[in-house]
């Protein structure tokens, strides 16, 4: 026989791989970049706040107590002087830390379950996605209640107990997905190599179901962020004196009665805007991975 | 029908030569197109003149990629978002559609232009009754209530749907595949449009239903004076349709002409090397090698300075690459034909580009590698029992390969997958590989047994995982099929890619980034690994174009021809099995119905159900055959037909017997086996006798 096709087809729109093919259009999408500038403002100021806070978030000042805002303290004082525009800077890292470390151990713990379920199928779906649907009816108020009874407050509890509660959402996402890939023929063709069970799902598998995690991941970062600020504000999760924004509502918000908004307000805005910024974010990358 | 009937030639003569006093149904004038893709606009159609006469039907054939569904697109200025119109104009029934402004489009859609796709399914809406959507058809036309539903009854009954007011009141997924594609061309017809075009009406259905479908459009061209567009990558089933056929290479018109005239005397190198490509008249891997193409369609928007072919023509000379051809007007009595090629009058010399001779040597007759007695599968559908493969004996021997034909839902794929060990068979059955008996489940097979036995799937997408690079894919089944690495895998690894005809280049590369083709080529590579003895072959060919096909077929015959491994052929081209199979069995609802020699299947006296089979295909050679039509469906392997389960469906049933009594599976010749109650001489007699009254 001739040389029958061994030149490639001359097509240059073949030429950009897939990932770049998903930067490339992430890169075109307004919302998406609208959402990470937010998100990466906050970043900056989890990480730097301090060198540019105009005060020590820490730093109590009786005298000048709940002061409203004015040219010296942009967003007011609170109860004991503290500067709230120096703290809404700052507050941001605590939340940064444990929100996208909670989604992690989400994606990772939901992504193993997804696949064994989606894989296995029959008798390990039916008992692991039962336990997985039981678990999602509690509250996470109530796990993290529990969790903090069993292991005290820390930072640390607070990744697990938002971890574990978004596990089994992403783990249905990633079962979904992987029960879709399973019909295809390279799963079978790898049976026919007398593959294990293990590299089906990991080698196999697991790279093709990567963009439905993605997706679920950046939604799920968006919904960790609201939850951490919630047990904070609710005293389950960051303690003080960090300047952390749910915690600081939570210890000011006392004080909106009295007329002092300014102490509340600016946390509450720096929570709105990053969960916000964190699903126009998402938004685009779902929108990139379903083009 | 109870009888082999003798369908009149599907061609209407009456209407072939357009009244030349009438409008035009359909004209392009030098019409181009280009999609805008990665921020350039690339060249789709170029300067494409076609005319279709009223009544009359136009072939557009050429290989995927070649622009013959934007022509159609572009007819109704249905063009996808990235798609526009750079040139020319489009008259439909002598109105300039460019001109029309968006009402005036909308109801010349509405009114004048239906297209019929290819995947019926898609084109009815899944939740909306058929009723509702025909009626919804007339009440856009102004048509209401009582008057819009017996026109829809209508309809279908001119579709020959029989007992429409049921089928109106079912949803489209309770049709058959036919059914729907018959519901899709009633919808097309309901409001008695002046153009019809049809994208591929028939290329997702079996063979059976295809003829049905066939038919009825013709039948349909004698009853309407539409004229018909008639896009299809299938040579044999244009012939059959069209009075005058376009080539179309690379969004270019090459050859034009009377459908006959062009594919018995092609004047263009690229109809030539379509043609050759095609197995034809029975020809065999053992007499010689399908003709191929060598190289690739240019791809979209590539600059095309001479003739768009010569890269893979063999007759091409300096003036080829730099002078575009005109289209050479070449008209004689049998009609006006045009040919894009400088060489038009040696076109048929085209040297082959693939050698035809093949050294086999004389098979040792052995003892069979697979021995496969009494296998049964039963399903569970809804609590009742589905035998969806029922007592399947055969054996094969080395370097055979086994056909399997049968309609879908015959049990061909499951057969295969019961070999393979993907699905255990029921209790009972025995598969012998090389005399040891096989586990029924894969996991507790032996390795060397299931490197010895491995598949090669139809869809190549979905066979490679989209996330590994070729070179990836073949290294992980060289290490687990043959159990290497390190140096030896790698020098073993060069040798494979070399064998399926690939180069190192293709190993860096993931599967997406490769033809259909080639992705084929790494499939069968991997499935060589580890020298398997039996090669499960699954419809390989069913997505590629005619030239790659042809590519592949030979790959699979060189390959037969120097590791001796058998092969287990599905396909529903018979044709392609023809070339390939030593052996052919017959399925039917999960029963052998017909097993023997290839050249004894194909040459009769066969079984009635490889005899409708076989007179279903639409061949090149022959135009006006007799056909044997098969009525309705494939029965439900729920509840099959009591006695023989052909007998709902036989045109040569003989009498009560064939209801009560199942016929055995008796040896009517050495090696020929029919399951039949009427005993092979007079089948022999019988078939003769139709075959005579043909002549």
């Known amino acids: 026989m001739s040389a029958v096709q061994t030149t490639s087809a001359p097509d240059d729109t073949r030429r950009r791989g897939p990932l770049a093919e998903v930067v490339f259009s992430l890169l075109r999408s307004r919302t998406f970049l609208v959402g990470i ?19 020590d978030p820490l730093a109590d000042d009786i005298i000048n107590a709940l002061s409203p805002p004015s040219s010296e303290h942009w967003f007011g004082t609170d109860q004991i002087g503290r500067d709230v525009f120096s703290r809404v800077i700052v507050g941001s890292r605590d939340i940064l830390t444990v929100a996208p470390l909670a989604t992690l151990l989400a994606t990772v713990a939901g992504t193993a379950l997804g696949l064994l379920t989606g894989y296995f199928r029959g008798i390990v779906d039916d008992i692991v996605s ?100 919630t047990l904070s504000f609710m005293g389950f999760g960051i303690q003080p004196p960090s300047p952390d924004w749910g915690l600081s509502i939570s210890s000011n918000y006392g004080m909106i009665g009295g007329g002092f908004w300014w102490t509340v307000l600016f946390d509450a805005l720096a929570i709105a805007s990053l969960v916000i910024g964190v699903n126009l974010a998402a938004d685009g990358v779902h929108g990139a991975f379903n083009d | 029908m109870t009888e082999p009937a003798k369908a009149q030639s599907a061609k209407t003569r009456g209407t072939k030569t357009p009244n030349a006093n009438a409008r035009n149904a359909l004209e392009l ?36 990629g070649c622009g013959k569904s934007t022509a159609a697109l572009a007819v109704v200025r249905y063009l996808p978002r990235n798609g ?32 019929v796709y290819q995947d019926p399914g898609k084109a009815l809406n899944p939740s909306i009754r058929i009723g509702r959507q025909l009626t919804e058809i007339f009440e856009l036309a102004g048509i209401s209530g009582k008057a819009a539903e017996d026109r829809a009854i209508a309809m279908l009954n001119r579709v020959r749907i029989s007992d429409p007011p049921s089928v109106m009141q079912r949803y489209p997924h309770q049709l058959s595949g036919g059914m729907q594609q018959r519901v899709a061309i009633a919808m097309a017809l309901a409001n008695d449009p002046t153009m019809l075009i049809l994208d591929e009406p028939t290329t997702g259905l079996d063979a059976t239903v295809e003829a049905e479908v066939l038919d009825l459009i013709a039948q349909l061209r004698q009853e309407l004076s539409a004229s018909i567009l008639f896009i ?236 590994h690079s070729i070179r990836h894919l073949l290294s992980r089944a060289l290490k687990r099929l043959a159990g290497l690495s390190g140096k030896a895998l790698e020098t073993r690894l060069e040798d494979l890619v070399r064998s399926v005809r690939l180069t190192d280049r293709h190993l860096a590369v993931k599967p997406r980034q490769l033809s259909g083709g080639l992705k084929q080529r790494v499939a069968i590579a991997r499935a060589f690994a580890g020298d398997p ?74 079984h009635p159900y490889t005899e409708a089979l ?20 494939i029965p439900s392997a729920v509840n099959p037909p009591s006695g023989c389960v052909f007998h709902t469906r036989c045109p040569r049933k003989i009498g009560p017997i064939c209801e009560q009594q199942e016929p055995p599976l008796a040896e009517a010749q050495p090696g020929h086996a029919i399951r039949c109650h009427i005993p092979y001489d007079e089948l022999a007699r019988l078939q003769k006798a139709s075959v005579a009254e043909l002549a």
């Open chain 1, 37 to 55: 500038a937010i998100v990466l403002f906050w970043v900056v100021c989890a990480f730097f706040g301090e060198h540019f806070a105009p005060y």
């Open chain 1, 130 to 229: 039962r336990i997985l649907e039981a678990f999602m009816a509690i509250p996470v108020v109530i796990v993290a209640l529990l969790a903090i009874v069993a292991l005290g407050t820390s930072k640390t509890t607070v990744i697990i107990v938002i971890g574990l509660s978004f596990a089994p959402i992403i783990a249905r996402t990633v079962r979904s997905a992987v029960l879709a890939e399973r019909e295809l023929d390279y799963v079978a063709a790898a049976q026919l190599r007398h593959e294990s069970a293990f590299h089906t799902m990991f080698v196999e598998i697991l790279p093709n179901v990567i963009p439905p995690i993605l997706v679920e991941t950046t939604v799920r970062l968006g919904y960790a962020i609201f939850a951490v600020a």
């Open chain 2, 29 to 64: 004038n030098d019409l181009s197109v280009a999609y805008r893709v990665g921020g350039r606009d690339r060249a789709v159609l170029r300067n494409l003149s076609l005319t279709i006469g009223q009544g009359e039907a136009y072939g557009l054939v050429g290989e995927s």
């Open chain 2, 84 to 115: 526009s119109i750079s040139g020319g104009a489009i008259a439909l029934d002598g109105q300039d559609v460019m001109k029309l402004d968006a009402e005036a489009l909308r109801r010349a859609r509405a009114t004048s232009v239906s297209m």
């Open chain 2, 232 to 467: 299809s990558h299938n040579l044999a089933v244009v012939s059959h349709m069209c009075d005058r056929v376009g080539v179309l290479y690379a969004g270019m018109l090459v050859e034009e002409g009377p459908t006959e005239v062009v594919f018995n005397d092609p004047r263009h190198p690229y109809t030539v090397a379509l043609l050759r490509c095609l197995p034809r008249g029975g020809q065999r891997k053992d007499q010689g090698r399908l003709d191929t193409i060598p190289g690739f369609l240019p791809g979209i928007g590539a600059v095309i300075k001479g003739c768009a072919f010569a890269d893979r023509c063999a007759l091409a000379d300096e003036r080829c690459r730099t002078e575009l051809p005109p289209l050479y007007e070449l008209s004689d009595e049998r009609g006006a034909r045009l040919s894009r090629c400088h060489h038009h009058d040696k076109a048929q010399a085209l040297p082959r580009a693939t050698p035809s001779e093949v050294a086999t040597p004389p098979k040792p007759v052995a003892q069979p590698v697979l021995r496969v007695a009494g296998l049964n599968k039963t399903y569970a559908s809804h609590g009742h029992p589905l035998r969806a493969v029922k007592d399947v004996s055969l054996d094969l021997r080395p370097g055979e390969t086994l056909g399997l034909v049968g309609e879908s839902g015959s049990g061909k794929t499951t057969f295969a997958r019961l070999l393979l060990g993907l699905v255990p068979p029921d209790d009972g059955g025995t598969i012998e590989l090389e005399g040891k008996a096989l586990a029924p489940k894969l996991e507790n097979r032996g390795d060397d047994q299931v490197k010895a036995m491995q598949i090669v799937f139809q869809n190549p997408d979905s066979a490679l995982n989209r996330s």
């Open chain 2, 533 to 606: 003895r039996i090669v499960v072959c699954d419809e390989p060919t069913s997505a590629l174009d005619v030239s790659v096909q042809a590519a592949i077929l030979n790959l699979l015959a060189d390959l037969q021809a120097k590791e001796d491994v058998s092969y287990i052929f599905i396909s529903h081209d018979l044709g392609v099995v023809r070339y390939l199979s030593d052996k052919i069995a017959v399925l039917y609802l999960g029963r052998i119905m017909e097993l023997g020699p290839s050249e004894a299947v194909f040459s009769g006296p066969h």
């Open chain 2, 614 to 633: 076989l007179s279903a295909v639409p061949k090149l050679d022959q135009t006006g055959t007799t056909r044997i039509r098969l009525d309705g469906e």
